[in-house]
Nanobody, 126 residues
Framework: QVRLVESGGGLVQAGGSLRLSCAGS????????MTWFRQAPGKEREFAAA???????YYADSVKGRFTISRDNAKNTVYLQMNSLQPEDTAVYYC????????????????????WGQGTQVTVSS
């Protein structure tokens, strides 16, 4: 069993930065691929970024070059550094963990994840 807790969300002006954290419990955290999804009001939850157990990273085109995902297995934590934030980045950001996939094709799908966090709100004002 893995419990995921996100933090670091908030209100920021366009062009600003935030760093989200997702702290996981459990001794097998390093074996999970970790992904950040986001869900804007009235929209479907969408893939943002992922990092597999080998440290390979994957990004949605909409965040590539602005967001960076990383992990610290010693701290059971995955991070999402978000720079050059825009109003369209406003969403609830969720982290999720899976052992079923490790490549982009599998990780970008919402299905197949074993655990989800409760989400953290990110609001970008113009």
């Amino acid at each position: 069993q893995v419990r995921l807790v996100e933090s670091g969300g908030g209100l920021v002006q366009a062009g600003g930065s935030l760093r989200l954290s997702c702290a996981g419990s459990g001794r097998t955290f390093s074996s999970y691929a970790m992904t950040w999804f986001r869900q804007a009001p009235g929209k479907e939850r969408e893939f943002a970024a992922a990092i597999n157990w080998r440290g390979s990273t994957y990004y949605a085109d909409s965040v590539k070059g602005r967001f960076t995902i990383s992990r610290d297995n010693a701290k059971n934590t995955v991070y999402l550094q978000m720079n050059s934030l825009q109003p369209e980045d406003t969403a609830v950001y969720y982290c999720a963990a899976t052992t079923s996939s490790s490549d982009y094709a599998g990780l970008q799908s919402k299905t197949g994840y074993d655990y989800w966090g409760q989400g953290t709100q990110v609001t970008v004002s113009s």
